[in-house]
């Protein structure tokens, strides 16, 4: 299980970048077919919702599909996991859940900071491609259960998120995360270009 920024769906008291199509043009299986024509056949992954909690699980044979679920119909909780996988290398991509152990919220400073260090990858990748659909972005820190309700300061975790999607702006990105990329500006008739990003830390509320 991992942290899901709350996205458009799921609402929530966190900032958002400001959502720019019809919200009924965020239906999660929009994004499950995107998956499905990028990587079903060449990387043997499916991308399901229902889930109560996001979860990656590796196929169990050589006949079998990876399956790669995200919480409920959560048009932002597909995209954060498409985020996780499109990162995953080769190794991680064998382990369930990537190999990754989530501590729940609540968590302390030092295990904040370490929650903070794996999710800002993917919490900007996700942002690139909430970009593409035109949807808005929520950054999440995912820890209300702080201890004695103190919510850890959001300022490093945002310029580490802004600072991992303007690199990826400048070098590219991962070659499956290019690929889901370019399709959907496609579905979603965004036609964005990586290079022309307008990537500001105004954007990145928390």
């Known amino acids: 299980m991992r942290a899901v920024p709350n996205g ?6 966190r900032g958002c970048h400001a959502q ?26 499916r991308l399901i919702g229902g889930a109560e909690e996001p979860y990656y ?30 990162i995953a290398g080769d190794r991680r991509r064998q382990l369930p859940d990537f190999g990754y152990w ?14 903070e260090t794996v999710e800002a990858g993917p919490q900007a990748l996700e942002w690139i491609f909430s970009l593409a659909c035109g949807y808005r972005f929520c950054i999440s820190l995912d820890n209300l259960g702080a201890p004695e309700g103190v919510m850890p300061d959001s300022g490093p975790f945002r310029q580490r998120v802004l600072s991992r999607a303007r690199a990826w702006r400048r070098r590219g990105l991962p070659h499956r995360a290019g690929l889901f ?26």
């Open 8 to 13: 458009g769906a799921l609402g929530g008291a």
């Open 20 to 45: 720019l199509r019809p919200a009924d043009a965020f239906q999660a299986r929009r994004l499950e077919q995107v998956f499905a024509d990028c990587f079903a056949a060449g990387w043997r992954t």
């Open 57 to 86: 699980q590796p196929a169990e044979g050589p006949g079998d599909v990876h399956l790669l679920s995200y919480r409920s119909d959560y048009f932002a909780s597909a995209l954060h996991e498409i985020a996780h996988w499109c």
């Open 102 to 115: 989530y501590t729940p919220d609540g968590r302390t400073a030092e295990q904040q900071r370490g929650f």
């Open 181 to 206: 990329l370019r399709a959907l500006a496609r579905e979603f008739g965004t036609d964005l270009q990586l290079a022309d990003l307008d990537l500001n830390a105004a954007d990145l509320t928390a």
